[in-house]
């Protein structure tokens, strides 16, 4: 390993080991993870990562204003109790899609291994991530433009009908919602034991994408999919049984305009 890697992993583990605790995540210092630790069901959780975009503090008030025993319910009482609620670019027709959606899911399958069931195939998240996109999609017979952000789309391919890496978002909210639900530290849940942590990818968005660049982690200059990889992996060279540990960290280094 190279000396200016080596420094460079020992910022991060530095960063990564002393921001591993419950004092990070409060009122004061805002993250969708806060309500989601307070949540016992899987699709909860979901609900959680995928509102989690746009300002912490509006996402985590957002996050506070739902039922989410909303989801054991009918669904004339999730229309009746969302009717009022909207974020950003849902309205309330899409979040009560969300829940409708979410509650018949829920009432069928296991959401871990729903996910497995991609998954499985080659220990891939991204066709976990895909396999599920679609199942949602299926089962909720709506399409809206709010309600297809929320979701995201189902993975390009190529002709061969692998994954492109150029040409996909890097589904940062789908990534962040398994960091939390299969690693298991101070911060995250760890409830999810059949998908093994080497495999999950950094949750890349604007704040994580920039501090990469930065700190030399990236030097593509596209917010992609393959940008996401590129930093995993190098990440891989720092730990590679658990190069994720180190996004929360990262992410702090942004938001807090530290780097």
Known sequence: ??????????????????????????????????????????????????????????????????????????????????????????????????????????????LEDLFYDGYKKDNCVLEGIDFVIQKIKLKANYSSQGFDFLIGNPLKRDKKGFIKEIGNAPYKRWNMFLRWMVRDDNLDLGLWKNIDKKDLILPLDTHTFNVSVKLGLLDRKSYDLKSALEITNKLKEFDNLDPIKYDFAIYRLGQEKII
Request: aromatic share 10%.
């Open 1 to 110: 390993m190279l000396k200016k890697d080596k420094e460079l992993k020992e910022l991060l583990d530095i960063e990564s080991n002393s921001r591993n605790t419950n004092f990070e995540l409060s009122y004061e210092k805002p993250d969708p993870l806060l309500v989601a630790k307070r949540q016992n069901d899987d699709f909860a959780i979901l609900l959680c990562a995928l509102f989690a975009y746009g300002n912490a503090k509006l996402i985590v008030k957002f996050l506070d204003s739902l039922d989410f025993s909303l989801l054991n319910k009918s669904e004339e009482e999730i229309e009746k109790e969302l009717k009022n609620h909207y974020y950003r670019f849902q309205n309330s027709a899409d979040v009560i899609a969300i829940f409708k959606t979410f509650r018949r899911l829920k009432n069928e399958n296991n």
